[in-house]
């Protein structure tokens, strides 16, 4: 088959309904937060834009307004979000009228870095998988779990930090994230939930330029890749 150059046939959800309590010393969400002129979210979804995917759900806090000052959100569907991230992919998912086996890409709003080129290099690994995958990269640093006063070093070996954009096929990430949340487990990305369930979803290498906003220090770090073509 034929590489895929846009991500035609593809739905895309966007999370972005979370104030970020790490960031509340910024005065706005961190979506909102602007570096160049531009809102972290813009960014994100011109990126997202750039390849034509079928669809583009936009999901929002129910106090949000600052979505509607951003002019190509008027090209987005936009759902209200649930409690958790969780709750808020899952309403932008049953917002989708798609056949079951049908490619839906989940991407982090504050993730602005990501490469359009591993995108679409995630869309052709997952065409012909059944599940679906995400971008991921190895950790690289020494980790430790810190209980009180106990230090403890994890073996690193085989652990991979999980990025965004995920790509899976609609009907295995809807009952996943459905079933997860009735049995009340808790779940910090979509292919958690996928694992839950016994499928194996592919890996695919990212890059650490792929930076989700959590802290304050993280816009500098943003606004060096962007502003030198780092994650173009």
Same mark, same amino acid.
């Given at each position: 088959?034929?590489?895929?150059?846009?991500?035609?046939?593809?739905?895309?959800?966007?999370?972005?309904?979370?104030?970020?309590?790490?960031?509340?010393?910024?005065?706005?969400?961190?979506?909102?937060?602007?570096?160049?002129?531009?809102?972290?979210?813009?960014?994100?979804?011109?990126?997202?834009?750039?390849?034509?995917?079928?669809?583009?759900?936009?999901?929002?806090?129910?106090?949000?307004?600052?979505?509607?000052?951003?002019?190509?959100?008027?090209?987005?569907?936009?759902?209200?979000?649930?409690?958790?991230?969780?709750?808020?992919?899952?309403?932008?998912?049953?917002?989708?009228?798609?056949?079951?086996?049908?490619?839906?890409?989940?991407?982090?709003?504050?993730?602005?870095?990501?490469?359009?080129?591993?995108?679409?290099?995630?869309?052709?690994?997952?065409?012909?998988?059944?599940?679906?995958?995400?971008?991921? +990269?190895?950790?690289?640093?020494? &980790?430790?779990?810190?209980?009180? @006063?106990?230090?403890?070093? +994890?073996?690193?070996?085989?652990?991979?930090?999980?990025? @965004?954009?995920?790509?899976?096929?609609?009907?295995? &990430?809807?009952?996943?994230?459905?079933?997860?949340? &009735?049995?009340?487990?808790?779940?910090?990305?979509?292919?958690?939930?996928?694992?839950?369930?016994?499928?194996?979803?592919?890996?695919?290498?990212?890059?650490?330029?792929?930076?989700? +906003?959590?802290?304050?220090?993280?816009?500098?770090?943003?606004?060096?890749?962007?502003?030198?073509?780092?994650?173009?």
């Amino acid at each position: 088959m034929d590489p895929l150059c846009s991500l035609a046939g593809v739905s895309v959800v966007v999370p972005a309904a979370g104030i970020g309590s790490r960031m509340l010393s910024t005065g706005a969400p961190k979506q909102y937060i602007k570096v160049f002129g531009k809102s972290i979210l813009q960014i994100t979804l011109e990126k997202i834009f750039l390849l034509k995917p079928d669809r583009v759900i936009l999901v929002v806090s129910p106090s949000d307004n600052l979505y509607k000052l951003i002019d190509i959100v008027e090209s987005c569907e936009v759902v209200v979000g649930g409690k958790e991230r969780t709750n808020s992919v899952l309403n932008g998912l049953s917002t989708l009228e798609v056949e079951d086996l049908d490619l839906v890409m989940v991407h982090d709003a504050v993730r602005p870095c990501v490469r359009t080129s591993d995108i679409l290099r995630l869309a052709n690994a997952v065409k012909d998988h059944r599940v679906g995958g995400f971008l991921a +990269i190895p950790v690289s640093e020494t &980790l430790k779990t810190v209980v009180r @006063t106990q230090v403890k070093t +994890i073996d690193r070996g085989g652990v991979w930090q999980a990025q @965004t954009p995920q790509i899976f096929r609609y009907r295995y &990430l809807f009952d996943s994230i459905s079933r997860a949340l &009735l049995m009340n487990y808790k779940i910090t990305d979509e292919s958690q939930a996928i694992e839950y369930f016994g499928y194996e979803p592919l890996v695919l290498r990212g890059h650490r330029d792929n930076v989700k +906003i959590t802290e304050a220090d993280d816009i500098d770090l943003i606004r060096y890749y962007l502003e030198n073509g780092k994650c173009e």
